[in-house]
């Protein structure tokens, strides 16, 4: 995998496709990157004390590396 941490990179495919961002972590054995602020999802977290609410957070998840490329 030639993409490591602190790389720049560009999305090639999928809904953020053309955006650039940083790569925070990479998963070599996975083949995946997580890119800073791209593929964003939703997830529900529950309450953690009683009477408190729950929420909905944005999440970045990984994406494949092919589906990355260097920035120059």
Do not use: Y
């Not at 083949?31 to 791209?38: F, Q, R």
């Not at 529950?46 to 609410?53: D, H, N, Q, Y």
């Amino acid at each position: 995998m030639k993409i490591k941490k602190g790389d720049n990179v560009i999305v090639l495919t999928g809904k953020d496709k053309g955006k650039k961002g940083k790569v925070v972590r990479a998963f070599p054995k996975k083949g995946k990157v997580l890119v800073e602020g791209l593929n964003m999802a939703k997830r529900n977290q529950r309450p953690k004390k009683s009477g408190e609410k729950g929420q909905i957070m944005n999440i970045a998840m990984p994406i494949h590396v092919s589906n990355v490329k260097k920035a120059e």
